[in-house]
C-alpha cells in the first residue's frame, strides 16, 4: 500500500514537471538584463548589476518566486531598496504584466516618488520605456499618479489618502517605508488591511513591504519580520571562513578615531576590513531562523552594505550618541533595528532578589489594610492581593489567577471567593476590578459585591484617581447606590510599583515580596516601561507580552489610594504618651479611627 502511494506520487510529481512552464526570468535575472540606473537617483548610473550587493538577489527572486506569498524587508538605509522596489515595478511592467500598487506613507510622497524615482527609470531603460506613454502626451490618459501599460498599470498611492488604496483590484502590491503610515487612512483602517483586501481575487498575489524600522512595540516592520520566516545574511569571516550574521557589537575602533573602525570576527578574533567586505558578500548566504507560510521575511544593516564604510558608520554613531534622539534615528538608520527605551524600569532579576522572609498568604507584621487588584482576560482572572502600611509600604500577599471564560459565571463565583477569604485574620478591604474588556460582566460582579469597584485604566489623567457614575436613569439621573466607575491613571501607578522596587528594604514605604513568588510574576511586573516616541509623546510600552501582574499591582495601589493609605502618617510608638499639638491633627485622627474601628472603614465607598 505504501509502495503503491509513493509510486503514485512519483507519478504524479513526473507529470507536474511536464506541466510545469519553463522557468521565468527571475526579477534579478531581468535587473541584470535590462534595467539602468538613472544619473539623478544613483551613484552609479548605467546598468544595474545585482553582484554589486549580492544580498539584493535573493530579496529580489522571492518576489518572482510563486511559493512566496508576502516579502517583508527590515533594512537600515544605503543597502538598495528603492532600487529593489524599481527592479521589482520593471519587472512586472516587462515581463509579467499586472495591475500594480505602490504605497508610499503620504500622498505628497507617492507625488515625488512617480517624479523622481519611477520617470527615470522608464525613460532611462529601454524594455520600459516605450511601454508607458509620457503623462504630458495629450491622449496617454496617464497621470503622476496612474499610468497604464500592456496588460496592467502602475497607480502610486498615499497611505494616509483612502481614495488611492480602495478601488480597482490589485495584484503587486509594494508598501514602502511603512513604519510612517499612519495607524488609519482616513477613517476607512489600517492601509495596509485595505491594500491587501484588493489583492485578494488574485490566486498570485503578491505583497512586497520594506521600511527602515522606528520605536519597538509600535514598528509595523517589525511586527511584520516577527511573522516572516526571518532570514539573515550570514558571511564568512575572511580569515577563518566561519559564518556568521554581521553585528554591530563587533565594530571595534581604537580610541577616539572611530573613522579607522574594523570589524573583529568573534570566532578567530581576525581583524576585518572594508577590502574584504564584497569577497564575504559575495559568499553570503540567506538562512532563515523560523518557518513560517509563505512569507519571506529579510533583515539587513548598513554594515552588509558596499557603500558605506565600518568607519563611518562607526562615525556616525559617535556623532549620534550624544542625544537619545539622534541615538534613535541612528539604531533605526544604521542598524536597520527598532528603538527600545525601556526607561528606568528594572531587570525581573532584581525583583526576584526582593523576595523577602515570608510566604504567599501570609500577612507580615506592619500591615494596615488589604488592597487587591484584579485584570480581567478574554478566558481568565489575574490577580494580586496587597497588603499596605505607612508610607505606602507593601507586601505582596498573593498574586494567582483563574481561568475560565468571563462572560460566564464561574470564575467571577471563585472570584467572589478569593474576596472574602481570610487572610489570618486581615480581610480584602477593597479591589479595583479592571471593567476594559468585558464592561457587563465587571459591573454586574460589582453590583453584588460591595468591596469591588469597577475601575479603568487610562494612559494619563489629571489626577491618579477619578471617579464617575455609571448607573444612571433613563431620564440620566443618578441611581442612589449604583456603581461607580474608577477611573486610573494606569501610568501613575506603573510608575508607583516600578520605583517602589528599588527602593531601600529598611527605610519606610518598601516593597516586599513573598519567599516562594513565581517568576513569571517577576517578569510580568516588569513588562512594561515608559518611553518617549519620536513625536515626543509618551506612553506604556510592552516588552512582554504578559503584562497582567503589573495591572494588577497598578489597580491595587489605585485601590490604596482610594483608602488614603498614601496620607497615612507613621503611629507613635506609645499612644498614651502622645501629647496632642496644635496642628497635628491628621495623626490623631487617623489613630483614634484605627483604635475605633480597628480597621479602615470603605462603606462609604
Ligand atoms: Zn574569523
Redesign the pocket.
Known amino acids: 500500500m505504501m509502495d503503491l502511494t509513493l509510486a503514485h506520487a512519483r507519478v504524479r510529481s513526473a507529470v507536474l514537471d511536464v506541466m510545469r512552464p519553463p522557468p521565468l526570468l527571475t526579477v534579478s535575472g531581468w535587473a541584470d538584463e535590462y534595467r539602468r540606473l538613472s544619473p539623478e537617483s544613483a551613484a552609479e548610473p548605467g546598468r544595474w548589476r545585482t553582484d554589486r550587493a549580492p544580498y539584493q538577489k535573493a530579496i529580489m527572486d522571492a518576489v518572482s518566486d510563486p511559493t512566496v506569498r508576502e516579502i517583508v524587508v527590515m533594512k537600515s538605509a544605503q543597502v538598495g531598496w528603492t532600487e529593489i522596489l524599481g527592479n521589482c515595478v520593471g519587472y512586472y511592467i516587462d515581463r509579467d504584466a499586472s495591475p500594480i500598487l505602490m504605497i508610499q506613507p503620504t500622498l505628497e510622497m507617492a507625488e515625488t516618488w512617480s517624479k523622481d524615482r519611477l520617470a527615470p527609470m522608464i525613460r532611462d531603460t529601454p524594455a520600459l520605456r516605450g511601454k508607458i506613454q509620457d503623462a504630458r502626451s495629450r491622449d496617454s490618459g496617464n497621470t503622476l499618479l496612474h499610468k497604464t501599460f500592456p496588460g496592467g498599470h502602475v497607480t502610486i498611492a498615499g497611505a494616509n489618502s483612502p481614495s488611492g488604496l480602495a478601488s480597482r483590484p490589485i495584484r503587486i502590491v509594494l508598501c514602502d517605508e511603512v513604519d510612517r503610515y499612519p495607524a488609519s487612512a482616513g477613517t476607512e483602517g489600517d492601509p495596509i488591511s485595505l491594500a491587501r483586501k484588493r489583492s485578494t481575487t488574485f490566486w498570485n498575489r503578491k505583497l512586497l513591504m520594506g521600511s527602515t524600522p522606528t520605536v519597538k512595540g509600535s514598528s509595523r516592520i517589525e511586527a511584520a519580520f516577527d511573522a516572516s520566516d526571518q532570514r539573515y545574511y550570514m558571511v564568512p569571516?575572511p580569515?577563518?571562513e566561519?559564518f556568521q550574521r554581521m553585528r554591530w557589537d563587533n565594530v571595534k575602533w581604537p580610541q577616539d578615531e572611530p573613522r579607522a573602525a574594523y570589524y573583529a570576527?568573534p570566532?578567530?578574533g581576525?581583524v576585518i576590513e572594508d577590502r574584504h567586505k564584497m569577497f564575504m558578500l559575495s559568499q553570503g548566504r540567506w538562512e532563515a531562523t523560523k518557518q513560517s507560510d509563505g512569507v519571506a521575511g529579510f533583515h539587513i544593516n548598513e554594515l552588509y552594505s558596499p557603500w558605506v564604510g565600518f568607519g563611518d558608520t562607526a562615525a556616525s554613531f559617535v556623532d549620534a550618541k550624544r542625544s537619545p534622539e539622534t541615538l534613535q534615528t541612528w539604531v533605526n538608520t544604521a542598524l536597520g533595528e527598532t528603538w527600545v527605551e525601556r526607561g528606568d524600569v528594572p531587570t525581573h532579576d532584581r525583583v526576584m532578589q526582593m523576595r523577602a522572609e515570608y510566604c504567599s498568604r501570609e500577612v507580615p507584621d506592619g500591615s494596615v489594610v488589604l488592597t487587591a487588584g484584579i485584570d480581567v482576560q478574554k478566558d481568565r482572572l489575574v490577580y494580586v492581593v496587597k497588603s499596605w502600611g505607612y508610607g505606602m509600604a507593601s507586601w505582596l500577599v498573593e498574586f494567582g489567577q483563574m481561568w475560565g471564560e468571563t462572560d460566564k459565571p464561574d470564575v467571577w463565583e471563585r472570584l467572589a471567593d478569593v474576596l472574602g477569604t481570610d487572610y489570618g485574620g486581615h480581610q480584602i478591604r477593597l479591589a479595583l476590578v479592571d471593567s476594559g474588556f468585558r464592561a457587563d460582566a465587571v459591573y454586574a460582579f460589582c453590583r453584588g459585591n460591595p468591596l469591588a469597584l469597577p475601575s479603568k485604566g487610562h494612559e494619563s489623567l489629571t489626577q491618579p484617581v477619578r471617579m464617575s457614575r455609571v448607573d444612571v436613569t433613563v431620564r440620566g439621573v443618578q441611581i442612589k447606590n449604583g456603581v461607580k466607575l474608577w477611573h486610573v491613571d494606569s501610568g501613575y501607578f506603573k510608575q508607583l510599583v516600578h520605583s517602589r522596587i528599588d527602593w531601600p528594604q529598611d527605610q519606610p514605604g518598601a516593597w516586599h515580596l513573598p519567599s516562594d513568588i513565581s517568576e513569571d510574576y517577576a517578569r510580568q511586573v516588569v513588562a512594561e516601561s515608559k518611553i518617549t516616541l519620536p513625536s515626543g509623546k509618551v506612553v506604556w510600552k510592552r516588552h512582554d507580552r504578559e503584562n497582567h501582574a503589573l495591572d494588577c499591582e497598578a489597580y491595587a495601589a489605585a485601590a490604596a489610594r482610594i483608602l488614603g493609605v498614601d496620607r497615612m502618617r507613621a503611629p507613635r510608638p506609645a499612644p498614651e504618651a502622645v501629647e496632642v499639638k496644635e496642628g497635628d491633627p491628621v495623626v490623631v485622627h487617623h489613630e483614634q479611627r484605627r483604635r475605633r474601628r480597628g480597621t479602615f472603614n470603605t462603606a462609604r465607598w
Do not use: N, P, Q
Open positions: 569571516c580569515h577563518c566561519t570576527c570566532e578567530c581576525g
